[in-house]
């Protein structure tokens, strides 16, 4: 028997249940707390030692699980995760996967027997089924025992999940550049076994065929999700022959700065020779020069919706939509 059931057969929810069976019933109406002891004297239930810790806050811990820590996208939702967390008296503890399927896998494992109060997870899911099923079984029984488990990516796992709309803000930018004149594309991206990159990829791409442009394949280059990643990318492009190209679009801005580096360095003026637009819109993007057109999301934001979403009671997975907008800057001057 699981905690799980002890709710169903109450007829409260899994917080609730877990609340009772731990002694946290201050806020727990006295129907429910009989309810629930019923249902797990009825099931024989016995109490997983780790929910036990967890439920009575043995543990204060918020477990942040990112892809990198030289990123400002991650560092700008762990500034938001971890306000909210200290809003909640919570200690947020941050690992780094390095976007190894296999790494994350492994750090979720050793999280378990921390026991933290919550886990998020955030970094573009990579594709593979394998990785995917061990993911979701880990945290199904780390959630099993009491633990609260939020996703900031894809909403493709049984997860309360953040959700940012890589795609339809990649199709707006590419709405706008076509407004501003553009007509001729290259993309940057990382690769289509990342999710992240994948969708603002393809939806540029549709945003640009719904007035009659295409990006010729061979102006796609896959690269590192970085700013070394853009240099080389930008570099290969150069070797490639840039062919008229008016604007080079990087899967997020860190790519972005990067391709505008090796375009200086190879003797184009970004802005002027060659426009340059980016995606997410970090702090960076206003410091560069010329500073740089984005697709904004909300990652401070972001951080603080999964935190609350991590405490709230709600037992059936919920995804939450994030919204993007895009900012014109002086990367992309109208043509």
Known sequence: MTLHDVARTAGVSQATASRVLNGSV???????????????AELDYAPHLSAQAIAR???????LVVSGVDDPYFSSIAAGVTQAA??????VTMAVADRSPERELQIVGTLRGMRPRVIILTGSRVDGADARDALVEELQAYREAGG???????HDLPFHTVSIDNYGGARQLARALVGLGYRRFAVVRAGTHLR????????????????????????VVDAELSRRGGCEAARELVRRGLDGTELVFAVSDVMAIGVMTAFRDAGLVPGRDIAVAGFD??????????????????????????????LSD??????????????????????
């Open 26 to 40: 201050r806020n727990v109406r006295q129907e429910n707390v009989d309810r629930v002891l019923t249902a797990a």
């Open 57 to 63: 806050g043995s543990t204060n811990i918020a477990a």
């Open 86 to 91: 200290e809003a909640a008296g919570l200690i």
């Open 148 to 154: 609260s488990v939020v996703l900031i990516s894809q």
């Open 196 to 219: 992240t990159s994948r969708d603002r990829c393809s939806g540029f791409v549709e945003g640009l065929r719904e007035f009659g442009f295409d990006v010729d394949e061979r102006l």
């Open 281 to 310: 819109d970090i702090g960076p993007a206003v410091d560069v020069v010329p500073e740089l057109t984005s697709v904004t999301v909300p990652l401070q934001h972001v951080g603080l919706r999964a935190m609350e979403l991590a």
């Open 314 to 335: 709600d037992d059936a997975p919920r995804i939450v939509p994030v919204a993007t907008n895009v900012v014109l800057r002086a990367s992309t001057p109208p043509r």
